[in-house]
């Protein structure tokens, strides 16, 4: 049996989607699970497929997605951003990825990694906080596993440290300073601060934050 190589090539990113176009071919319940998480982040979906699911048909119905009612054609990724093929039919799976290549379309082929320009991981979002799991597809089951143990032990205020984060950021910018990562990393007692939020006390950590912060930055650190 032939092995694949040792690790993937995988560069990991997040793309903004909101607005844009995007193409779902299928009308089952993988591209179901496609669709969702596209119209999460705000995406403009549209699905083709001769037959769709109970669910997708509402969507479409509500006026969340635009169905097509058909098998897919070429002129379907027209303005597309990016496009996943979730058929049941590996030969339109594959046409549909060559074509959206050839248009420079990003595009996802279900269980296929080696046929896709992208893998979408396994994640949960809490705030601004997205913490994704890949196992570059040799594994999703166990993407997801993981993915379900840290979502266990995530502490909710993480979202909110965030929010303080970016206003200390917000407010070292508007007085003309800046710190190196390395003096961030010095500042994110996140124990101390996480009990801070916790309290209700998120102006303190704030406080906190900027003092230590400016401190470093007269150090030279």
């Known amino acids: 049996m032939k092995r694949r190589k040792e690790t993937s090539s995988y560069y990991p990113i997040l793309l903004t989607i909101q607005g844009k176009k995007c193409l779902v071919a299928g009308g089952g319940n993988v591209a179901l699970r496609k669709v969702q998480a596209l119209l999460e982040q705000g995406a403009n979906v549209e699905i083709v497929s001769p037959n769709f699911c109970t669910e997708l048909n509402k969507l479409a119905k509500e006026g969340a997605i ?81 993915r379900g143990e840290l979502e266990k032990n995530f502490q909710a205020e993480y979202a909110q440290l965030a929010l303080v984060a970016d206003e200390v950021r917000s407010e070292l910018k508007q007085q003309g300073i800046t710190v190196s990562g390395d003096a961030w990393q010095k500042v994110l007692d996140l124990n101390s601060l996480i009990d801070l939020l916790r309290r209700g006390k998120n102006q303190q950590a704030r406080e906190i934050m900027l003092s230590k912060l400016k401190i470093l930055e007269q150090q030279g650190l």
């Open 66 to 146: 635009r169905a097509i009612n058909r098998d897919y054609k070429p002129e379907d990724l027209k303005e597309m951003f990016i496009a996943i093929a979730a058929t049941d039919d590996a030969k339109t799976n594959e046409k549909l990825a060559a074509q959206a290549r050839r248009l420079g379309i990003l595009v996802n082929v279900v269980d296929d990694p080696n046929n896709s320009d992208f893998i979408v991981p396994s994640y949960f979002r809490r705030g601004d906080i997205i913490v994704a799991v890949s196992t570059s597809g040799r594994s999703p089951a166990l993407a997801r596993k993981i």
